[in-house]
């Protein structure tokens, strides 16, 4: 990873902890047992109330005490609360060989199971599930799963305990199939190909056991990432076998060429008990993170009514594709029903809601975008949801009307893509991350912290020869940047980048702008530790290029697009 001004800070022997991140990632900092290093930032403490954390996947209540909950990430690790949410502290993974965790379930008063997901941008994997005894603060592993042939290694999707708390079956979703073990995770048996997201349980009549449902895609997921169609099965025998393949039931457009799908609870009327389902679409080309277009993905939510009496199953139709490629992806997942609402809340990049009362669907919002979880539950006589994002915890009461606050004391968990050290002042530094809006540079002496108005920034640049300049990424997506003269007081939009003169290549044509299409980049900024003036800026890919500052302009100015110098090859002489 990139990390502007490192060396310069290492030679100086500056204690500093940023909850250090590999290329994507980040490790929380009670992890690094090592008494060189201090956390001194993001603090949630030192920051105001509606602070944003990182990533958060999962979110679970323990049901022996409500005001006990556990939250996952698989950025920043395992974390708990004793008081509903009011304050976090971390639990150490380092036993998992990973930082990275998917889910959690409860098996009983005093454990959970853990499914553990390690991403660096693009490297996925998991190394297994785990029980965590949470009374003794213990770990120990469970069985390893036997890959199928020419599998290399596999994520985790999800974990599940059947319902029947007393009973040992568990099961673990991963992108290469659903695992079931019926000895508490001493061994694990394949009872199901595919790429397998979640499951849902429908108990049958007088105490007799579960129906079992599994949702995902059908086939093995490549790269660790799902590439089938969307696949729903069934079980009678308690998760041992599923052969009856509902997928026919829930129609989507042959256009599309990819989906997947996630199950969550629903209404319960009599011996009537409905699930619903969320289906991810997409087609053209493959990127289920960031799809090409509306036009290519999608979401559908569709309905299976269980009747446990009779057996039959019915498939009312809630939605037909929604057709926004904003709504989601399969690493953006959260569905759950609100009963007294008689609502469907689902997201995506943004939280939407699907009332069935008024059969509508409505943009909902209140949280960071890119939702991964939502849990409705009852607590103390008032539903109340909690949603999981990419800025960490949102909860509401839902009342008639939803007002979200956020719940992050305590989650220092931060992606950082970017980091820069003043060569003066060891207490200075600027940070570009991932989601945290509320800390980008801060002086750890003075315990002061400036803000700029970045949602997902990348690199950021501290002058060596002059602290009072800083350079920032403005968001990952696009080609901005911003500037500081005063060392972070006031910052500001940067002009550009733009094409360079003909007659002078290290100066900026400010009549001939770039326009740089927006995608996907980390950009970074590097500095000449022996020249000043010479700073760069470096990001893109299908637009990867070289720019450099231009000071008397205030903005960037290209010096090389794939490939191609501007206008002189032999720029980097200069």
Known sequence: FILSGITMLLMKKIKLFFLIPLLYGSIAYSQ????????????????????????????VTDPYNPSHLFVASMLGGLWESIDRGENWINIDTKFTGTNGIIDVDFMSPTKILVGTRHQSFTLKYSTGAYIYDFVSATWSATGAITLPPGIS?????????????????????????????????VSWNLVLNG????????????????????????????????????????????GATFPTDLSANFPISSTFTWSHSKLCPGKVSGNDYTLYLM??????????????????????????????????????????????????????MGIAYA???????????????????????????????????????????????????????????????????????????????????????????SLGSQDITHVDIFDVSAGTYKTHPSGESDGTLIDKFNDNLILMDYQSYDYQSMVSKDGGQTITFNSGPWYPKTTSPLEANTASPANLAAEFGMQQFKQDPFRPGKIYRLGGMTFAHIAQYDFNADGFVLRNVLGSYFPDPAWESR
């Open 153 to 185: 290694s596999y994520t985790m999707r999800s974990v599940e305990v059947h319902p029947q708390l007393t009973s040992p079956y568990l099961f673990l979703c991963t992108t290469v199939g659903l695992y079931r073990s019926i000895n508490s995770g």
């Open 339 to 429: 009963p007294q609402q008689n609502t469907l809340y689902f997201g995506g990049v943004y939280l939407y809601s699907y009332n069935f009362n008024t059969s509508t669907q409505d943009y909902t919002g209140g949280t960071h975008n890119d939702v991964h979880d939502i849990d409705i539950a009852l607590y103390n006589g008032n539903y109340e949801m909690n949603v999981t994002s990419d800025g960490g915890i949102y909860r509401t009461l839902l009342n008639p009307s939803i007002s979200f606050s956020t719940k992050n004391k305590g989650l220092n968990i931060c992606s950082i893509n970017g980091f820069s050290g003043s060569a003066k002042n060891p207490n200075k530094y």
């Open 195 to 238: 790429c397998i997201e979640n499951m849902a349980f429908v108990p049958k009549p007088n105490n007799f056991g579960y129906f079992c449902y599994v949702a995902g895609s059908n086939a093995i997921g490549q790269n660790n990432d799902p590439t089938g169609t969307l696949m729903v099965k069934q079980s009678i025998d308690d």
């Open 32 to 59: 690094v047992n090592n008494s060189n290093w201090t956390h001194v930032g993001p603090i949630s403490k030192n920051i105001p109330a509606d602070f944003e954390t990182g990533l958060i996947n999962n979110y």
């Open 279 to 332: 289906t991810c679409v997409l087609s053209g080309t493959f990127n289920w993170d960031r799809p090409p277009s509306d036009a290519q993905a999608g979401i559908y939510l569709h309905s299976l009514v269980k009747n446990i009496v009779g057996g039959g199953i019915t498939y009312p139709v809630i939605s037909d594709n929604l057709n926004q490629s904003t709504y989601g992806s399969p690493e953006r």
